[in-house]
């Protein structure tokens, strides 16, 4: 134990003026997990992919086995015994699982028969408990199973280091469990195990070591049995006295109950539950902040709501009336309006220019069109508009919305979403890749729209952007709904230990 397996010293990346690792020291042994811990954007992907020769460092050491290695590429780290499980796997569907990893092996120099090649690799499954169908093809498997596939990959490789990025994201909870089992088998057995995780009662289950990434900079590490909820949560989120920025107006007035939420429960596409019998009220003149990690329910939720995906129990109700069974179009009328997640793929047709986008949802209504015949004029008029009232920047009003910067595209979703004076604006992470100028333009709009009295459901996986905006604020975490907490006495810690999971067992 008294010799690391792989070493990193004094580790900095930035990409741009990103600062993705500052000064990080961190050692990986044999026979150890070694949980990697943080929020969204603490740097713990960049870390590992620093490991396995995917990014340069601008600077630091990599020792491997006490000698200094330059990873000039992620062959080389391979090479070395080190690889890596992405979040995104890097299987060829078509294929079979024994071609996929015997592709992926040393031994693909020589041509081998199928049998040999399906034995072969079974046996390299076994020993690790991984069951696998080496004939299947990749399309037909789970995630789940596709991620044993990537495992054994590495395994049939000889991977003696093996990271995994996230790897219980896309698993059920059983499927955690076997995971983590088959995790420990190959720590016993001698191999370094990382794992990057965000989850903080998974991390202290299932680790010997912890290391704690936040901003870029190694905050805390620590063997995993002197690991507690409160050590962990300070070092993930900050400190408790961290000051907040006081928005505009009185917090938590509440107006009219305008969206009823009542014991919706809603399926993702894997036909899995991803909202649990959230129920929630919300109020004319609030920002109401959903926090949490992305990826626990957050999409579905906005999705029914905004009448994009059914729902599977419970119902939603506008002022009072059920619009649970109602179309989107039906919803817009009635007062919704959404920003969703993906821009380009959801909210605007990027391949269309301004004008047509202003329009996508009222093409058919006065004054952009009567009896079927468009109003070029009344839609150019409206264009200019938008552009002068929410300094749009544009190349111009035909130029094809894909060629704009994101804040500017966002910044005319939203004007075509608030332009009707909505109800209720549901912002799914309206700001994010967005730059310090056109979010704070956009934070604005969204504080104007709750000061006229809309209701405004923001989601975000930034713990700053919810204490600026919101008045109220709730945590989604692996689909439920922590109970509603008031942005002025509630904190930094509060938050960030909802999201990471501390309070699961309560909910379960
Ligand atoms: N290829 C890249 N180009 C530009 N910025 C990046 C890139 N990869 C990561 N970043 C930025 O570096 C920071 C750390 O990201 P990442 O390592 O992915 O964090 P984590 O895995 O902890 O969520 C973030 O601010 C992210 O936006
Ligand atoms: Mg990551």
Redesign the pocket.
């Given at each position: 134990m008294n010799q690391p397996v792989l070493e990193m010293r004094g580790i900095n990346k930035t990409?741009?003026n990103?600062v993705?690792n500052h000064n990080v020291n961190i050692k990986l042994y044999a026979g150890e997990i070694h949980a990697l811990l943080?929020e969204?954007?603490?740097?713990?992907?960049?870390l590992m992919n620093i490991l396995t020769g995917i990014y340069k460092p601008n600077s630091g050491q990599i020792l491997y086995k006490g000698k200094e290695v330059v990873l000039k590429s992620s062959k080389n780290a391979v090479d070395l015994g080190i690889g890596m499980v992405h979040q995104h796997f890097a299987l060829v569907q078509t294929l079979s699982v024994a071609e996929n990893i015997y592709l992926h092996s040393e031994k693909c120099k020589t041509i081998l028969n199928s049998r040999e090649m399906e034995n072969d690799i079974e046996k390299c499954s076994k020993a690790f408990n991984l069951a696998l169908d080496a004939k299947a093809k990749i399309w037909q498997l789970s995630v789940g199973e596709q991620q044993r596939v990537e495992i054994v990959k590495l395994l049939y490789r000889g991977t003696e280091v093996l990271i995994l990025d996230e790897p219980t994201a896309v698993l059920t909870p059983q499927e955690s469990v076997e995971m983590f089992k088959t995790l420990r088998k190959m720590a016993d057995s001698g191999k370094v195990i990382a794992f990057?995780s965000h989850k903080m009662g998974e991390v202290m289950a299932n680790s010997d070591r912890i290391t704690v990434?936040r901003g870029g900079t190694v905050e805390d590490t620590m063997l995993a049995e002197d690991a507690t909820e409160e050590r962990l949560t300070k070092a993930v989120v900050g400190s408790a006295n961290k000051l907040m920025k006081q928005s505009q107006e009185n917090r938590g007035a509440h107006g009219a109950c305008i969206l009823k939420v009542q014991d919706l429960s809603v399926k993702n596409d894997k036909g899995l539950l991803a909202v649990k019998n959230i129920s929630l009220d919300l109020y004319a003149g609030e920002i109401f902040g959903i926090a949490g990690v992305a990826g626990n329910g957050q999409r579905e939720f906005s999705e029914v709501l905004a009448g994009l995906r059914e729902v599977e129990s419970g119902a939603v109700l506008l002022k009072g009336e059920d619009v649970s069974r109602m179309s989107p179009k039906t919803r817009i009328k009635k007062g919704f309006a959404f920003i969703p997640e993906d821009r380009l793929s959801m909210g605007l047709v990027p391949s269309m220019n301004m004008m047509d986008n202003t329009i996508l949802k009222e093409y058919d209504t006065e004054p952009y069109s009567r009896k079927g015949i468009l109003n070029h004029k009344a839609i150019q008029k409206n264009t200019v508009n938008f552009i002068s009232r929410y300094d749009i920047k544009n190349g111009g009003l035909d130029l094809p919305v894909g060629l704009m910067s994101g804040g500017n595209q966002q910044k005319l979703l939203i004007a075509r979403e608030i332009n009707g004076e909505p109800l209720l604006i549901i912002a799914a992470y309206p700001v994010r890749g967005l730059d310090i100028g056109a979010t704070e333009a956009i934070h604005k709009i969204l504080m104007e729209q709750r000061n006229r009295g809309a209701c405004i459901l923001l989601i975000s996986e930034e713990l700053d952007e919810i204490f600026e905006m919101a008045d109220r604020i709730a945590v989604m975490n692996i689909g439920f709904m922590s109970e509603v907490l008031n942005r002025n006495v509630t904190t930094y810690e509060e938050v960030g230990s909802l999201m990471i999971g501390m309070d699961n067992n309560s909910k379960t």
């Open positions: 990409f741009g990103v993705a943080g969204n954007g603490a740097g713990k992907s960049t990057i990434l």
